[in-house]
Nanobody, 112 residues
């Protein structure tokens, strides 16, 4: 199982980013996926979850601003992040829960 994230960067408050996670080594369409983040000095936290059939769940702190989606034809899960705030600054990790697999992470920095 391999997960490779991309799309992080530096953005101003109120801006947007889209993260991507390319998955390989398992039958992607059959399994749930999730995004987590870890800010300096804080524990890793769940940001968003998507089931194999597209049902979603979000942390309260990102509800209404972030959208998780998946493209099973591309074996990719996305995280669209809008109205970004400085407190969204963290390393964002893709996760395949049922395999205990994690990507290397992508840095998101929200700052003016």
């Amino acid at each position: 199982v391999q997960l490779v994230e991309s799309g992080g960067g530096l953005v101003q408050p109120g801006g947007s980013l889209r993260l991507s996670c390319a998955a390989s080594g398992f039958s992607f369409r059959s399994y749930p996926m999730s995004w987590h983040r870890q800010a300096p000095g804080k524990e890793r936290e769940l940001v968003a979850f998507i089931s194999s059939d597209g049902m979603t769940h979000y942390a309260d702190s990102v509800k209404g601003r972030f959208t998780i989606s998946r493209d099973n034809a591309k074996n990719t899960v996305y995280l669209q992040m809008n109205s970004l705030k400085p407190e969204d600054t963290a390393v964002y990790h893709c996760n395949a829960p049922q395999f205990g697999a994690w990507g290397q992470g992508t840095q998101v920095t929200v700052s003016s």
